[in-house]
Each structure stands twice: as C-alpha cells, then as structure tokens.
C-alpha cells in the first residue's frame, strides 16, 4: 500500500531572501554604529529597531536609556530639570554609545542639533537623517504629550518651525533619507540600500 503511494514532488529550493541577503553583506561591513536622526516622528525609533533586527545587530534608543536612568519620562524631566539638563544627559548617553559595537541607534530629534554631540555622532558613527514632511511627521507622532517640544502653541507650526530652524543641522548627516509616504517596512528597506550604497566593498 506504501509503496503505491505517489511521493510527494520535493519542495522548490528557496530563494534566498533579497532583504537577508542585503542585511548579510552590509552587516559584514558595518564598523561602527549607525546613528538615525532627524525630527520627532521621523521614524528614527520604529525604522532603525526594524532595521537592526534585519542586520542582526542591537538596537538602542536614546531617549528610552535616559528615561531608564532617570526614573521619570522625557516630560517630566524637561518639567522638573529643564532642557539644558536634558541635553546633557543626551550627550553624555550618546557618547558612550557612539564608541559601542555597530548597532542601529535612535536618537531624539534634538540631539543632533546640540553642536557637542553631533560633532561626537559625525566622528565615531555613521550618521543618517530621516527627513519627512511636517504633516507627516505629526501624522505619525500621534500623541503629543510625550513630546515636550510640542507642548506650547500648534504642534504643526512648531514641527513646521522646528524644520526649518533644524534642517541646516540635520543636513550635516553622513547620508539623507527621504521618508514622505513610506511605510516602516519600506523606509526599512530604503535604509539599507542607503547603507549599502554608502560602504566601501570589501
Ligand atoms: C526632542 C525630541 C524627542 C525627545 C525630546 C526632545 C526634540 O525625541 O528627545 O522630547 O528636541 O526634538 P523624539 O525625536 O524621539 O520624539
């Protein structure tokens, strides 16, 4: 009865995988870390988690360490400590994560702003700015409570005044990534042939 059964036709070999396949190669020639900035909502956070768990290499987020440490959230801190307290433990923490292994980092939008600390980000990580829209931005921001910046006045026309005032800033990024109307998932991708592009072949 065995016997007269039809063997079941072996499975196609699989392709591998174009995303892996880029991950792979530039994971192989990544350095040192790579660093997203830009504006709130740029995707710095949802883009470079997804993107690191492609490369296989470690994700961290600014803000989500200095929170940690603190014990009390960005709000709370800009509240009870004030902004200039808060760059500098955004500066101290990006410095000791600039000098770790390759891994992705988000940083929060105004870290790169702070001359210190993008004169760090520029020498010892790869940098790239997510640019987007100011509406977008606020489309994918949401809730603006957890933004101290956006507190005070239209969040539009601060996102919309923060852009222009910051641009000139951002612009001194090592590479430039247009997110308008990308999902996570494409910026993701946009992301790494950015980088592909951008590293030497071995
Ligand atoms: C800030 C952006 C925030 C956070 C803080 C200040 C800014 O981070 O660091 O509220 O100055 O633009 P996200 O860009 O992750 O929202």
Known sequence: MLALMKASPKPAPRKPNSAAKLAGSIAARL???VVLVGLMGSGKSAVGRR???QLGIGFKDSD?????AAGISIAEIFELAGEVKFREMERKTLSKL????????ATGGGAFCQ????DLLLQHTLTIWLKASPATLLSRIG???TR??????DPLATLTH????RARLYKKAHIHLDTDGLSTFTAMMALLHALDTHLPRQ
């Open 31 to 33: 350095d040192r870390p």
């Open 143 to 145: 809730n603006t409570k």
């Open 148 to 153: 101290p910046m956006l507190h005070n006045g």
């Open 115 to 118: 001359d210190d600390t993008a």
């Open 51 to 53: 993107a690191a768990k």
């Open 162 to 165: 923060l852009d222009k005032q």
């Open 98 to 105: 600039a000098l770790a292994s390759p891994q992705i980092i």
């Open 64 to 68: 989500q360490l200095i929170v940690k």
